[in-house]
């Protein structure tokens, strides 16, 4: 009888671990090191360390998008959230490069305290990415 009971707390007790994660609104902010982009066909393409493009998601909707290959190398843009009701019927961040003109589509695939990827429709891609940091507030 003792063991039961050990059971089914250990078993609630997993229950609330899996059940207390923030939300998912709250698990894209921070600061992202690219790690590799996947093709549809599963090959993927990992970064150089230091020479990968960093991705930091602040809130209310701002981002700064950091590529040692570009020229200007940082690049403000803005940003938002869609949980409900989007295309793909996941969630969805659409990023604004309002100096640009254009804007990038993102599905959530995954997004945790260590990775964060992010399937772009347009390019049949995946993009990984790894936390380096929290977004200061």
């Known amino acids: 009888m003792a063991s039961m009971k050990k059971i089914l707390f250990s078993l609630a007790a997993l229950s609330m671990l899996i059940g207390c994660?923030?939300?998912?609104?709250?698990r894209i902010l921070g600061i992202w090191e690219r790690t590799s982009v996947c093709a549809a066909d599963g090959q993927c393409k990992n970064s150089e360390p230091g020479k990968a493009?960093?991705?930091s998601i602040y809130r209310p909707g701002l981002a700064i998008y950091q590529n040692p290959e570009d020229p200007e190398n940082?690049?403000?843009i803005e940003y938002e959230f869609y949980e409900k009701e989007t295309k793909?019927?996941?969630?969805?961040l659409i990023f604004r490069f309002l100096n640009l003109g254009f804007d990038i589509r993102y599905i959530v695939k995954k997004a945790n305290k260590e990775t964060l990827e992010l399937f772009n429709p347009?390019?049949?891609n995946t993009e990984i990415y790894k936390k380096l940091g929290p977004a200061p507030e």
């Open 21 to 26: 994660q923030p939300p998912l609104q709250e």
């Open 122 to 124: 347009d390019l049949n």
């Open 88 to 92: 793909s019927r996941e969630p969805e």
């Open 74 to 76: 940082q690049r403000r």
């Open 53 to 55: 493009a960093k991705l």
